[in-house]
């Protein structure tokens, strides 16, 4: 039990301190100036611009589509050329 005594005696001690502390406080005639407010704003402004610059990926995706996920046809292309009938090299070329 007396173990306990310094402690309990501490935790009296701050409480009684707090207790004070509330039960003296003194009103506060302040002033806050109207640009405070603009001041705040601007402030909660710069932080949600600066959170769609860094997420602007991720808010686009939100109105695109993915097309990715669709598969594509692949498409063979070759380098051939065709002939026609009344191409003066076709001509020739069988001529000889």
Known sequence: MKRFVPVAS??????SCL???VATE???YAYIDPGSGVM??????SV?????YFLRKK???LFTRDRAKRP???????PVTAL??????????TAA
């Open 72 to 78: 594509v046809k692949p498409t063979l292309v070759l």
């Open 84 to 93: 026609r009938k009344n191409d003066s090299r076709s001509n020739s070329q």
């Open 48 to 52: 949600m611009a600066a959170a769609g």
């Open 40 to 45: 705040a704003l601007q402030a909660m402004a």
């Open 26 to 28: 003194r009103r506060a």
């Open 59 to 61: 808010i686009k995706g």
């Open 19 to 21: 207790c004070l502390m």
């Open 10 to 15: 501490g935790f009296l001690a701050i409480f």
